[in-house]
């Protein structure tokens, strides 16, 4: 006789059960805020009867009034933490990891927000937000915001290298931790952890600011901030072995309601593999681990005791054989899937074209624009400043005066053109050019949306899937600080070998030399083509060294032609390294 399917509890059910818990968690949270305090305050009064006399920390007279006083403070304390936890807990998180919602205009955000309403009518919840991280590391979460609503929440790196069946077995484990209330359980006591750790944090850059403070002898610490700190430490402590033992059996527990949900376990063993294989680190604390689909230690979680009570997952081993077993399969059939995956995902990149392939007659054509548009911008270069000195300094276009790191409207200037001098904001051009500015408007419309080194009218693009501004005579590309992210964690472009030669030989110059000023001098100065103000000339990272065009004023970066294709072949080149190294054995 088959067993009866149980159907999923109704939203009304789970509203409901996350009361009772968050009722347990007040009561709990009550006590452990009633023991800590009363340790320490009768810790310091019992040291008082020795130092003043005729007192009695036990006298009737004393101890009932101060009971009274230390459950009114625990209760004031523990509603603080619980609605501070309920109201701003998922904010700092999200915050802490930097997710914001997806572009319904990309089309893999809109995979991801499709996939979210299957869900919804899959497992009956009406409402279930989509939030992404813009990082290339592999990795996802389950909270409940602030107002109550569930939200799942994925980085680019997963939604680079997921499929669409792979990324439905995220979403269908993500909403098991919600349906079997993990997700609002530890999002709650992962919310007062954060508590304590900001409050650690604060402490810890007030003594560093007070440091200098400790070498005079009339002054000093507090003698209560050590035991603030110290409450703080025990209290973090505890929460975190608390979640730790909440943790234990839920991943294996949602891994088999995702497999209810998403009827496919091999999908769902294939994307934990990638996680666990590439970076999986997120956010700056380690109080979030509980909620992620793998967590950054995933490889150093053994099968042994130790690991079993003292990890929030369980090892990667474990997981994936219990999944594979649920299709008859093996843990070799996992690994092999992801190999060919990758293989196939490789054969069908499209290729890119680069400018070497391109006929005789492009390369004229583009040093004549060039030529074109400096002879055009010189004509406007007619800007002098006078220096400290008396000696004049020029000649500036208006969009490079005005982002002079020096200039104010009472700078002392000359127009060549106009053949006069005086205070900047007596002339009307950049009067004009501060007011646009204020408003958000290109400097000198002319310019705007125009290439600003061939003068070319730029296109709408996409490369990636993310919507970019291209010069179809240069080939520079104009691309969003927020969409980089977005870009190296997807694969859809194929690189020529002298593309690939050219990226390694430029990491290898970067590793032989230091970081050299000079090689961004060798840039000359250029506009953004949307305020009209001079980029400033920076190295694109810490790691990867690339001088390129950047404006602040608008978060872009112009990238001159195979700049964003080395940086793309670079990243790429990282993260194949992560895949290298296989820890299964």
């Known amino acids: 006789m088959s067993q009866r399917k149980v159907p999923p509890p109704a939203f009304w059910e789970i509203q409901r059960k996350q009361k009772v818990i968050s009722a347990l968690l007040f009561i709990v949270l009550f006590i452990f805020y009633f023991l800590s305090t009363g340790v320490i305050s009768a810790a310091i009064l019992f040291s008082a009867d020795l130092f003043i006399p005729g007192f009695s920390f036990l006298a009737a007279s004393f101890f009932k009034p101060y009971v009274v006083i230390l459950i009114s403070v625990s209760f004031i304390l523990t509603l603080i933490n619980f609605i501070s936890a309920r109201k701003k807990g998922s904010l700092y998180i999200l915050k802490n990891l930097r997710a914001c919602t997806p572009d319904p205009e990309d089309r893999y955000h809109l995979t991801f927000l499709n996939i979210l309403e299957e869900m919804k009518i899959s497992s009956g919840i009406p409402v279930i937000r989509g939030y992404i991280i813009p990082t290339v590391n592999l990795n996802s979460l389950s909270l409940i915001d602030r107002d109550g609503k569930p939200a799942i929440v ?157 990890n929030t997952h369980p090892p990667l081993t474990i997981r994936l054989k219990n999944l594979a077993a649920m299709a ?181 110059a970067l590793l032989k030399t230091d970081l050299k000023i000079p090689v961004v001098k060798e840039k000359p100065p250029a506009l953004c083509p949307e305020c009209g103000l001079q980029f400033t000339l920076r190295p694109f990272n810490y790691f990867y060294l690339m001088p390129v065009y950047k404006c602040y004023n608008c978060q872009l970066i112009w990238f001159e032609d195979e700049e964003l294709e080395i940086l793309q072949l670079l990243v790429e080149e990282k993260i194949r390294s992560w895949y290298r190294q296989n820890p299964i054995e």
């Open 154 to 310: 994925i980085t680019e790196g997963l939604l680079g290298e997921a499929s669409r069946d792979e990324l439905q077995a995220v979403v269908a484990h993500e909403t098991a931790h919600i349906l079997s209330d993990d997700t609002f359980l530890l999002t709650l006591v992962c919310s007062i952890a954060s508590f304590y750790e900001k409050l650690i944090d604060s402490l810890e850059k007030e003594r560093d600011l007070s440091e200098d403070m400790l070498k005079r002898p009339d002054k000093g610490t507090s003698p209560v901030q050590p035991l603030v700190y110290l409450a703080g430490i025990f209290s973090c402590a505890i929460l975190k072995l608390f979640i730790t033992f909440l943790s234990q059996k839920r991943e294996m527990l949602a891994d088999a309601t995702a497999v209810e949900l998403g009827r496919d376990p091999m999908a769902l063993a294939r994307i934990i593999y990638k996680a666990h294989l590439a970076n999986s680190f997120l956010g700056e604390s380690n109080l979030f681990t509980p909620l992620f689909l793998v967590p950054p230690d995933s490889r150093e979680i053994k099968e042994t005791i130790w690991d079993k009570l003292f």
């Open 328 to 508: 008859h399969r093996e843990l070799k059939d996992v690994i092999d899937g992801v190999r060919k995956q990758e293989e196939n995902r490789e054969k069908l990149r499209l290729k890119y074209t680069p400018v070497d392939d391109l006929p005789t007659e492009y390369g004229e054509k583009l040093k004549k624009l060039q030529l074109q548009a400096r002879v055009a911008l010189e004509k406007d270069r007619v800007w002098f400043v006078r220096e400290s000195g008396g000696a004049w300094n020029g000649p500036y276009l208006l969009g490079e005066l005005i982002t002079l790191p020096f200039f104010t409207p009472a700078l002392r200037v000359k127009n060549l053109k106009e053949n006069l001098e005086g205070p900047a904001r007596s002339f009307p051009q950049v009067r004009f050019a501060l007011y646009r500015q204020l408003k958000k408007q290109p400097i000198d419309p002319n310019l705007k949306n125009r290439c600003p080194f061939c003068l070319t009218d730029l296109d709408e693009s996409f490369y990636e899937g993310v919507k970019i501004k291209k010069c179809s005579g240069c080939r520079g590309k104009l691309v969003s600080f927020n969409h980089l992210e977005k870009i190296f964690a997807r694969k859809e472009l194929s690189f020529s070998e002298r593309l690939r030669q050219k990226a390694l030989n430029y990491k290898e």
